[in-house]
């Protein structure tokens, strides 16, 4: 990785200072299933931070972390582009860094690489709060248990080549090719360019993706 592959740390980075760095002995909590809050006379099916409202109930303090992450789980633009501003309301309520959704087994930083995703998210402002997560001690190596998928791996299926830069930043040497089993075994890289996915692909590859891993096929 050369130097200019090190992101300068944004403007929203001061938030961390609001929040302790999660110690490594500190056990993550799977959430409790929850539906996401919406206001008892909105006209649309969907949470939006940007309405009255809606922004209401997300600084409401009696909003729980469960409710927060089903909010996360809606794959609308008004959702993902606000993944900072939602993020940060879990963050307040005592949510530690690697706990998970206890629906889709996803950490804050598995939303995130998801946020990004172009025509739906925002990239540079799920990268920016990925950095922030990663400061505050998430980790990039953590995988879904329902999907085997990493950070990385999201960030490669949603093709954000921002935040694979980010998370590969924090990640060891060589995770790169880390695999994940529901996609055959296959790397970052196979699982971006099964999906067309030329961005990741190409930031991939830039960041020492290795094109020869071939896919091993187990047998049961």
């Not at 501003?85 to 930083?109: A, H, Q």
């Not at 990004?116 to 998210?121: D, E, F, L, S, T």
């Not at 960030?155 to 924090?170: E, N």
Request: charged share 20%; net charge negative; hydrophobic share 40%.
């Amino acid at each position: 990785m050369t130097k200019e592959d090190v992101s300068e740390p944004a403007e929203g980075d001061a938030v961390l200072g609001c929040f302790t760095r999660n110690a490594p002995h500190q056990r993550a909590v799977i959430h409790q299933v929850a539906s996401a809050p919406m206001p008892s006379d909105c006209e649309f099916s969907f949470f939006d931070p940007s309405e009255p409202q809606c922004r209401e109930i997300l600084q409401d303090p009696n909003t729980t972390i469960p409710e927060l992450f089903a909010v996360l789980r809606q794959w609308v633009p008004q959702v993902q582009k606000n993944i900072d501003v939602i993020g940060i309301e879990i963050l307040k309520r005592g949510c530690g860094v690697n706990d998970r959704d206890g629906l889709t087994d996803m950490s804050l930083l598995h939303y995130c690489c998801k946020a990004g995703a172009p025509g739906i998210g925002d990239a540079e402002t799920a990268a920016s709060f990925a950095r922030q997560l990663l400061a505050l001690g998430a980790d990039p190596n953590l995988r879904s248990r329902w999907t085997n998928m990493r950070a990385l791996h999201y960030a490669a299926y949603f093709d954000v080549p921002q935040l694979v830069g980010v998370v590969l930043q924090a990640s060891q040497p060589g995770e790169v090719d880390a695999t994940c089993s529901d996609f055959e075994f296959g790397t970052a890289l196979h699982i971006a360019a099964s999906n067309l996915c030329t961005s990741a692909v190409k930031r991939l590859l830039e960041l020492g993706a290795n094109p020869a891993f071939r896919v091993r096929f187990f047998s049961v």
